[in-house]
């Protein structure tokens, strides 16, 4: 059974930093792309930033290209997103989900097939 469990949410001030990890289990990690998603008022579901099987290809979605990092540890199952710079806009509950790997890097939420339970992050003064 695959699962995906989400942590390192937490309310943060302004410009402040989070780094979220994401242990995987269940599945081989290593043979699969991951990502963070998050949901936004009024919106659908974004794929914040991904990242291939190899840790090689990442993606960016560009309200957060050059303030978040994605990376993984094939050896502990896990991936994480540092997020620096945090803005209020932030504020929501961040996924990781994962997909077989693809040739092309999926950058779409929808094209994630596992998703865990969420780890709140909220951007407040």
């Known amino acids: 059974e695959v699962q995906l469990q989400a942590s390192g949410g937490g309310l943060v001030q302004p410009g402040g930093s989070l780094r979220l990890s994401c242990a995987a289990s269940g599945f081989a990690f290593n043979n699969y792309d991951m990502s963070w998603l998050r949901q936004l008022p009024g919106k659908g579901v974004e794929c914040v930033s991904a990242i291939d099987s190899a840790g090689i290809s990442t993606y960016y979605a560009g309200s957060v290209k050059g303030r978040f990092t994605i990376s993984r540890d094939n050896h502990k199952n896990t991936v994480y997103l540092q997020m620096n710079n945090l803005k209020p806009e932030d504020t929501t509950v961040y996924y990781c989900?994962?997909?077989?790997?693809?040739?092309?890097?999926?950058?779409?939420?929808?094209?994630?097939?596992?998703w865990g339970k969420g780890t709140l992050v909220t951007v407040s003064s």
């Open positions: 989900a994962a997909v077989p790997h693809r040739t092309i890097l999926p950058t779409v939420a929808q094209e994630y097939d596992h």
